[in-house]
């Protein structure tokens, strides 16, 4: 049976671990409520942005823009969104392995896969497995715009040069505090939803600018809020994890101390029942 002394150092160590997961708990619910505000306030947005794209491009003639051309699908670029920071229980695993399992079962269909990874742990992960086109880190402890439009850039650079020919973009996307879902997501070239489906009632429209110039500004710009929104639907999910996870991990840490607390009583005891023998022994010893 273990020492007294050891007992005593295990209950003091898992009390400061305690003390650390629920503070962790505490400043992840205090994160989340705005990073859940900034994804309810982005997905109306994006949403609008989808459907004046396809207003646009629904009823034209040819791909009117380079964003839109369709290729033979030789090179694929995958884009992971995951988080800079770990103990958040499976939220970067499980998206990583979905991303693993992608590239494998699609790996005969395409000459070349590459990987861009935007949060430190994605490319921990990737990087000694796969090509990592791109990374970039510790962009998500205050995702901004600005930095969404950088990635935006360079992928569509990368499209238009004919660097891949297919991008998707992979990240968790927030549903609940307890739950979030893998989301793949096509990126290039664009395919607005409903493209190729006979309106019932048809409805043309006169465009000013023309179409051509509607489309060099949108089809950029959608790219670009597509990945805001995602990096803002990782970071919601990140601290919905990390909560959950540290909620947990405080609840195993106080049924151990009562374990251990119980453990400790019991050697205590055993221990004083031990001295009051050898008492009584003595005792008896110097009667006799």
């Known amino acids: 049976m273990a020492s007294l002394k ?47 794209l396809q207003s646009l491009s629904l009823n034209q003639e040819g ?8 290729r033979d699908a030789r090179k694929l670029l995958l884009v992971v969104v995951t988080s800079d920071r770990g103990l958040c229980g499976g939220f970067n695993s499980n998206l990583c392995k979905a991303g693993d399992r992608y590239i494998k079962e699609n790996a005969g269909s395409y000459e070349q896969i590459s990987v861009m990874t935007v949060g430190r742990k994605g490319n921990e992960f990737f990087r000694s497995r796969y090509s990592i086109y791109r990374n970039y880190a510790n962009v998500l402890a205050k995702p901004n715009y600005q930095t969404a439009a950088v990635i935006a850039q360079e992928i569509i650079d990368g499209f238009v040069a004919g660097e891949y020919d297919q991008v998707e973009l992979l990240y968790n996307s927030f549903r609940t505090v307890m739950s979030q879902d893998i989301t793949f997501q096509p990126l290039l070239p664009v395919v ?22 509607l489309l060099a500004e949108i089809l950029p710009k959608n790219i670009e809020v ?7 639907e990782s970071v919601a999910g990140e601290h919905g994890a990390r909560m959950t996870a540290m909620d947990s991990a405080s609840k195993n840490a106080s049924e ?24 009584i022994s003595g005792s008896e010893s110097i009667k006799g």
């Open 256 to 279: 151990m101390i009562g374990k251990l607390t119980l453990q400790y009583n019991r050697a205590r005891q055993a221990a004083i029942t031990t001295e009051l023998m050898e008492i």
């Open 226 to 232: 597509q990945i805001f929104k995602s990096m803002l």
């Open 192 to 213: 607005p939803e409903g493209k190729g489906v006979e309106d019932e009632t048809p409805v043309e429209f006169i465009y000013e600018p023309s179409v051509d110039e």
């Open 6 to 52: 050891s007992i005593k150092k295990r209950i003091v160590s898992v009390k400061n671990t305690r003390q650390i997961t629920k503070a962790m708990k505490m400043v992840s619910a205090a994160k989340l409520r705005r990073a859940q505000e900034n994804v309810v306030a982005a997905r109306p947005y994006a949403k609008k942005l989808g459907e004046v």
């Open 63 to 70: 791909d009117l823009h380079p964003l839109l051309e369709k």
